[in-house]
């Protein structure tokens, strides 16, 4: 089974994130999502109202950018557009204007005239992106739009993302480049092994996910005696020591964090440094989908008391 | 009137590569050059009684359209077997699914347009046709006639190479799949008469309906009616052992055209139903 009770609240103007490793079933995912392909069950509520898999209301409201561009050789860049204007209902002088006004916001209005398999990877994926606004949808679901780009056109390629965001459009993003994500995106879903293991706003999954991340402590020398110092502590649990670094996972709250400290400089531990891990959408993704140890085990400097 | 846009799209980039026409000159090269030949061959022949018999032509005109329907049967499913297997590898399918386009439309669309070319290619052969008839024989509306009855053929083959296509994961097993179902269908029902008689033979006379399934009988059947040879289809059935009703041999051609199109129109749901998104992924 791809997916096992998943459950997607996307609301109106988000950037959405969606990420997991290979085979979590976001492809899946997406397909379902776009109509391509049909669920074994469960709904598809847009704007309140629910639509079946595949219907009309549901292909006029999403465009897709998948993964691979869909290119046909022997077509013309402003040829492809017609083409799939015409799928889509648009044709003659409606559909030229589109195409124009597409091929200009995407910056290919000079390759109009050049067979898409011309076009550079960077060039193909805008094209993508403009053959998916044709109809003007709402919402825009793009599968791993930045891979294999080099950091330039990801750059603008973000860019042009984020006016389509500032112009109301909501948009699902699939990544595996998790900077790209935590960079644009205002929430976030993780996925693993076809289940949601984690959504909400970006800024508020970091901050429930800082809380449970170890404390880092810097200490001027003295690190064996701070060890030991620790090591007596009821709420410190494990403790981990990198060059003149000390991680202990601390099973206390806020104010026992302070109470803590506080028996630190009390006994004369040289403290430099007393704070949480900050956490990354990276380090969260690690810990979430079960592979924080491939981390740990990947640092050769750090050995655990 | 709105153009569909996959044939739009379709023959666009056919007109585009050198595929097509290469194709069509192959095939008129090799009809013309059998065609010539064998007028040749036979105008030596009669050389040597001092006059022409046009009956003696006749032979190249069947051989030059038995070659047509060989190109009918065993060239045009090639054109198909790949239309959806590449649709799919570029991930295009998924975008004209998306884009609203229904399974239904994606079939019609991409076979109309292979279905064009069928017959631009059957009609191409025309002239080739007539070599053999420069001294009479059969004359220009048979020969059209002719042409007529390889359509169906087309249509058939055509459709079971996109039925091929839109079953199989790649062109080349498309391509052994539809050339599958054609052997099937040429050779099956001539065996399960052959085996059947022996066993029911009062019940076989039956198994001579079946014949209908082989791709090309319609100009086969045309082809020895024009020639005066007729009595080859008997002789046929009589070897299998079947006697088939008068009805049924007076109409072959007619019942044979239309079993093709009805076979054309369920390979054609049949792919249709291979490309739903309910199945497409199971």
């Not at chain 2, 585009?16 to 105008?43: D, E, S, Y």
């Amino acid at each position: 089974m791809a997916l096992d009770d998943l459950s997607l609240n996307i609301e109106d103007g988000a950037l959405y994130g969606f990420v997991g490793p290979n085979g979590a079933g976001k492809t899946t995912a997406i397909k379902i999502m776009t109509g391509i392909m049909y669920p074994d069950g469960g709904s598809l509520i847009l704007n309140d109202s629910e639509v079946g898999p595949g219907s009309r209301a549901l292909k006029e409201s999403i465009g897709y950018v998948p993964d691979s561009f869909g290119v046909y050789s022997n077509l013309k860049v402003s040829e492809y557009m017609g083409f799939f204007a015409a799928c889509a209902g648009i044709e003659g002088l409606e559909a030229r204007k589109r195409t124009e006004t597409l091929l200009k916001y995407v910056e290919l209005s000079d390759r109009e005239d050049f067979y898409v398999e011309a076009l550079s990877r960077g060039m193909k994926q805008r094209l993508s992106l403009a053959r998916a606004l044709i109809p003007d949808p709402p919402i825009l679901i793009m599968d791993e739009p930045t891979s294999g780009l080099d950091p330039r056109t990801r750059y603008e390629f973000k860019q042009l993302v984020g006016e389509l965001s500032d112009n109301g459009k909501t948009i699902v993003i699939s990544s595996h480049i998790l900077s790209d994500i935590s960079e644009l995106c205002t929430d976030v879903a993780i996925i693993d092994e076809g289940k949601i293991v984690m959504s909400g706003r970006l800024m508020e999954v970091m901050k429930l996910v800082t809380s449970g991340n170890p404390i880092v402590i810097s200490v001027n020398g003295a690190v064996n005696r701070t060890v030991q110092f620790l090591k007596e502590e009821p709420l410190v649990s494990t403790v981990t020591v990198k060059r003149n670094d000390i991680m202990i996972s601390f099973n206390g709250k806020t104010d026992d964090e302070e109470i803590l400290l506080r028996h630190m400089i009390e006994a004369g531990l040289p403290v430099r440094n007393f704070s949480r891990e900050k956490s990354s959408l990276e380090s969260i993704f690690m810990q979430l989908t079960g592979h924080g140890e491939e981390r740990i085990a990947a640092s050769s400097d750090d050995y655990e008391i | 009137m709105k153009f569909d846009p996959i044939i739009k799209r379709d023959i666009k980039v056919s007109s585009r590569g050198p595929g097509f026409m290469a194709l069509i000159m192959v095939i008129n090269v090799i009809l013309c050059g059998a065609g010539l030949l064998g007028v040749f061959g036979r105008l030596t022949g009669m050389n040597a009684y001092g006059r022409i018999d046009p009956g003696q032509l006749l032979y190249v005109y069947m051989m030059v359209a038995g070659i047509m329907a060989v190109f009918t049967i065993l060239v045009l499913p090639g054109r198909t077997t790949g239309i959806i297997t590449s649709e799919r590898d570029s991930g295009t399918l998924d975008l004209m699914i998306a884009a609203g386009l229904s399974p239904a439309g994606i079939i019609t669309g991409k076979y109309l347009s292979s279905l064009l070319f069928g017959i631009v290619a059957v009609f191409s052969c025309f002239p080739a046709l007539i070599i053999p008839l420069i001294y009479g024989g059969v004359g220009f509306s048979a020969c059209l006639l002719l042409l007529m009855s390889f359509l169906p053929t087309a249509a058939l083959v055509l459709a079971i190479g996109v039925f091929a296509s839109s079953a199989a994961r790649t062109s080349s097993s498309a391509a052994a799949m539809a050339y599958g179902i054609i052997i099937a269908l040429v050779a099956g029902p001539v065996l399960i008469a052959f085996l059947v008689n022996p066993v029911i033979p009062d019940g076989s006379n039956y198994m001579a309906y079946s014949v209908l399934l082989c791709p090309g009988v319609p100009s086969v059947s045309l082809i020895l009616d024009q020639t005066g040879n007729g009595e080859f289809i008997d002789l046929f059935f009589s070897y299998l052992g079947l006697v088939p009703n008068a009805v049924f041999m007076s109409y072959i051609t007619l019942f044979s055209s239309v079993t093709e199109l009805v076979m054309m129109a369920a390979f054609l749901i049949g792919a249709g139903v291979n490309i739903t998104p309910k199945r497409r992924y199971r």
